[in-house]
């Protein structure tokens, strides 16, 4: 059993338990406490109280703690990287990598937050000095979905932290075990209530923590839907809201593309995590010319690939998340068909396993706007491809969309590339090279997904409040100032 992480330890309040699963097995791998209103006050509180001394403290200081916590998330990155397949499913490497991110990103955060607070401005007159001081906001609410559980905390925690902020984390009730198992991490390196984790389900101890007087910042990564909910909460408050919603990402294949690359890329970006990313290929448009070869190809890979239990070695895709992540994903794919797709691969859950959420990943063609699964983010691996008659074609269709978060291309034509990047709506435009992060680049979406940004400096702004200071160092009577009759009769001249 565990329980939530306040002040710097364990708070152990009586209450109901909710069951952490392994997608692979089905087991029970643990309890966590399903967290109440009171349970978030009592966060708050620490939050509160540990604030009053964290934002003073100097950056380097903070700097030099994130590089500590760095160093000891790298140290057990296999152990860490087995929790998370045990709870989440992800194939192991895909998990150990996401350690390794979440490390680099806290050195990254230490090393831009000691750099900057502000800007200096030109003054309008002489004698005076204006500056900016980026402040923190208070506490910061992080509410994460599973399927990064902790790179999507840190995005959030690094930049918060090292500017000033202090945070209470509720992890998604799928995946808690891998953030709550660093708080001995956070114990050695922070102050006791800097970094608090609470456990339990949205709609309670999340909308607790959106709703209570005393959080200054709610940041989310979750669905569109929960985005609204939580956005409606914030906007009654004039509360600050960071939103990184869903996503459902078009990938181009243009004809001069080299096809045995481009067929690797689509299959990784549309599968990877078994196709449960934000910036998961969505929706694949290919250039008539090579369509049926792309898509021979790419069947043909397809089959290679092995599902299995994330901790097998040989493992290329694991379980989806849940059992109604599952059935989603097949309503979706059933509709489509009866709406005229063909599955050319894939297409059902896997015989295979007696236990697990496996489902195959699946090749469909004949699919087009207007079917849910083309129009809505389908969170499983699915892989629709649709034929387009050149780059403008392309364009088009990857705009129709209400997302915004990432878009792919695999042309060497720079004309194409250049015209698909400035015109197509997304927060991430990656060519010949899909889905890679750089933590010095902002990451975010356009539209639904929710205008905000994490990563780069952007991420770093989301987390402070800009103050422009204006100092005068003399000290005098400004000839606009009471009585009026004399700053008219100087205008008057
Ligand atoms: P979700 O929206 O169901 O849940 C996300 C988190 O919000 C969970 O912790 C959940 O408990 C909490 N929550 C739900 N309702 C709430 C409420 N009313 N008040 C407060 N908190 C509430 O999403 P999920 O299924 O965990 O994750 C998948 C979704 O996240 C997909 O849509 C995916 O695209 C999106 N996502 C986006 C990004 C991004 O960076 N844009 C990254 C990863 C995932």
């Known amino acids: 059993m565990k329980y939530h992480w306040i002040d710097g330890k364990w708070h152990k309040p009586k209450r109901e338990r909710i069951p952490v699963i392994d997608p692979a097995t089905e087991e029970i791998l643990d309890y966590v406490l399903r967290g109440t209103a009171e349970d978030a006050d009592a966060a708050v509180q620490a939050a509160r109280k540990a604030f009053r001394h964290w934002r003073w403290e100097p950056a380097i200081e903070k700097a030099q703690r994130l590089h500590r916590i760095a160093a000891e998330l790298r140290a057990r990155q296999k152990a860490l990287a087995t929790l998370m397949t045990r709870e989440g499913g992800k194939p192991w490497c895909e998990n150990r990598d996401e350690v390794e991110w ?23 007159f002489r004698h005076q000095i204006n500056f900016t001081i980026k402040e923190p906001y208070g506490v910061v609410v992080g509410i994460l979905p599973w399927n990064y559980p902790l790179l999507l905390m840190v995005w959030k925690v690094a930049p918060a932290l090292i500017a000033g902020n202090t945070v209470i984390l509720k992890p998604s009730e799928e995946t808690p075990l891998s953030l709550l198992s660093l708080a001995d991490i956070f114990a050695r390196h922070l102050p006791p209530g800097v970094l608090n984790i609470v456990t339990g389900y949205g709609e309670e101890i999340g909308e607790a923590l959106v709703t209570h007087p005393g959080t200054d910042l709610i940041a989310l990564t979750g669905s569109v839907e929960t985005g609204k909910r939580v956005g409606q909460l914030c906007a009654a408050q004039i509360k600050k809201f960071h939103a990184e919603l869903g996503g459902n990402d078009p990938f181009i294949v ?64 694991g379980p989806m998340i849940n059992l109604r992540q599952l059935e989603d994903v097949h309503a979706r794919v059933e509709e489509a068909v009866r709406d005229g797709a063909r599955v050319l ?83 991430t435009f990656w060519i010949n090279d899909p889905l890679t992060d750089n933590d010095a680049g902002p990451f975010g979406g356009m539209r639904q997904t929710g205008h905000c940004r994490e990563l780069g400096e952007e991420g770093l702004d989301e987390f402070r409040e800009t103050k422009h200071v204006h100092l005068d160092y003399r000290q005098e009577i400004k000839p606009y100032w009471y009585p009026y009759r004399r700053y008219n009769r100087l205008s008057a001249g």
């Open 102 to 124: 979440v490390a680099a990103c806290f050195q990254y955060y230490a090393e831009v937050g000691r750099n900057s607070r502000g800007n200096s401005i030109p003054p309008v």
């Open 254 to 317: 243009c004809e001069d593309a080299d096809l045995d690359i481009a067929v690797r890329g689509c299959a990784w970006a549309a599968y990877l995590n078994t196709g449960q990313v934000c910036t998961g290929a969505k929706r694949i448009y290919v250039f008539d010319s090579i369509a049926d070869e792309f898509t021979r190809r790419i069947v043909k890979f397809t089959r290679s690939l092995r599902l299995g239990n994330g901790l097998a070695p040989r493992t290329d895709l």
């Open 345 to 427: 691969c894939g297409g059902r859950r896997s015989p295979k396993f007696k236990k697990g959420f496996f489902y195959e990943p699946t090749v469909m063609v004949n699919v087009h706007h207007g079917m849910r699964l083309v129009d809505t983010e389908t969170f499983g691996p699915i892989l629709p491809i649709m034929r387009v008659r050149d780059i403008d074609h392309a364009i088009e269709l990857a705009n129709d969309s209400r997302y915004g978060l990432g878009a792919n291309l695999y042309t060497n034509n720079l004309e194409w590339a250049m015209k698909a990047a400035e015109q197509i709506t997304a927060g």
